[in-house]
Each structure stands twice: as structure tokens, then as C-alpha cells.
């Protein structure tokens, strides 16, 4: 079993509102990963969580803040967000191995749409 | 930093065959992946190419010479269902992370 499940699959938000995405995967896991990704463009990086800490935060506005709760579940807490914040939010998820085959498996995503 | 070129589109008829060419720069370097996303979809890992040499899975090669910094993904036999965004993506330092390249759209036409 390779699937890593998000919710919710479609966001409408205000500039005002403060909404959650949430991830989840049971592969045993130990790094997890968010990813935002605009219209024609690949995914770009945003978070990195490492055996539930957080190991890289790729220089993201603070109105996005991650949180780990356990080693299966990664939320992204959405607040204050702008227009611009509209995109497609990925969740992946990875063995966490130093080297070698670290493949990353994806979500489905949560298209964000912000008003 | 890291960077990876790969064209933007590429287009092919039903059965025939594709290469995607990839090159990269890198400070770091694990290995080079490639991920296949529909329209709407989630990327789907497709091969990971760590040492030099060819790996094949089904209709799909991908090929990888560390000292030319260049891989490839060979499609064969293709189908409509292919048509689809292929990225590569780098495995560097900070061994977690990968790097995209832009992705090249595949139009496969009857």
C-alpha cells in the first residue's frame, strides 16, 4: 500500500479565515512532506518533517504553519492567506532513509482556492 | 543551488516511442527521479535512477550517465492514457529533498 490521503480535496477560503489541510499516510513513514504547486509549474517545496520534527521550512510566509501530531498525520495550518496562496497543496510522505531509494510517495492534493 | 532543464513539450502518435531528456546541475547528488502527472492528479513516481545505466519497468526506461549530469525517460509503445506532465526531479544534498524540473507535457495523439 502506497497511498498517502488529504483533506479535504477542494478549499474555498476568505483572506480572514483560518482553515487546516490535513495529510496522512500508514506506510510507516518517518519523513513527510508539503509541497505547493501552481498551474503548469512542479512542485516546490515547503516542509520537511524527519521522524516528527520539523527539518526544513524552505523560507515560508508564516501564515503557513506545519504541525506533526504523530508520525502518521501532517497538517498545514492556513491563516491570513492572499490571493496569490491559491495553488494545489501536496502531502508526500518517505521512508526517511539518508541514501539510497528515499522515493516519495504523493497525495492527491487540496486545491486552495483564496478569495 | 540546484538546476534541471527538460523541454516543455513533446509530441507523438499512439504506439510510437519518446525520449524526455533531462539534464541537471547540482551541489549534491543522490540520484535523478521521474514522476508522471495527469491533468487534476497527484505526481505518481515512475523510476529512480541512482548509478549509471538503464532501468526498465514495463513500457517505461529510464536511463542516467552521472558524468554527463544527463538522464532520460524512453516511453514505448505509447498509449493516449501517457499523455500527461513528466517531471524529473534530483535527489541532492540535504538528502530529503528533491528538486524539480519544469516538466515536459507529453501529447500523445491517435
Known amino acids: 500500500d502506497t497511498e498517502v490521503t488529504q483533506t479535504p480535496k477542494h478549499l474555498v477560503m476568505g483572506m480572514t479565515n483560518k482553515k487546516s489541510l490535513k495529510c496522512e499516510q500508514h506506510?510507516?513513514?518517518?519523513?513527510m512532506y508539503w509541497y505547493k504547486q501552481k498551474a503548469k509549474k512542479p512542485p516546490e517545496l515547503m516542509f520537511v518533517?524527519?521522524?516528527?520534527?520539523?527539518?526544513i521550512n524552505e523560507s515560508v510566509p508564516s501564515r503557513f504553519s506545519p504541525e506533526c501530531p504523530n508520525s502518521s498525520l501532517l497538517n498545514l495550518h492556513l491563516h491570513a492567506l492572499q490571493p496569490e496562496d491559491s495553488a494545489l497543496y501536496l502531502c508526500?510522505?518517505?521512508?526517511?532513509?539518508?541514501?539510497?531509494?528515499?522515493?516519495?510517495?504523493f497525495g492527491p492534493g487540496t486545491r486552495l482556492t483564496v478569495l | 543551488g540546484q538546476s534541471l532543464e527538460q523541454p516543455s513539450e513533446v509530441t507523438a502518435v499512439e504506439g510510437a516511442i519518446v525520449q524526455i531528456n533531462c539534464t541537471y546541475q547540482?551541489?549534491?547528488?543522490?540520484?535523478l527521479s521521474w514522476y508522471q502527472q495527469h491533468d487534476g492528479g497527484a505526481p505518481t513516481f515512475l523510476s529512480y535512477?541512482?548509478?549509471?545505466g538503464l532501468e526498465e519497468t514495463g513500457r517505461f526506461s529510464s536511463f542516467l550517465s552521472r558524468s554527463d549530469s544527463y538522464g532520460y525517460l524512453l516511453l514505448q509503445e505509447l498509449q493516449m492514457k501517457d499523455s500527461a506532465s513528466y517531471f524529473c526531479a534530483v535527489k541532492g544534498s540535504g538528502y530529503s529533498t528533491l528538486t524539480f524540473g519544469k516538466g515536459t507535457m507529453l501529447l500523445v495523439s491517435p
Open positions: 508526500a510522505s518517505s521512508q526517511g532513509a539518508a541514501t539510497g531509494t528515499d522515493t516519495q510517495y
Open positions: 518533517y524527519s521522524y516528527e520534527k520539523l527539518s
Open positions: 535512477n541512482a548509478l549509471d
Open positions: 506506510m510507516g513513514h518517518r519523513a
Open positions: 547540482t551541489s549534491g547528488f543522490y540520484g
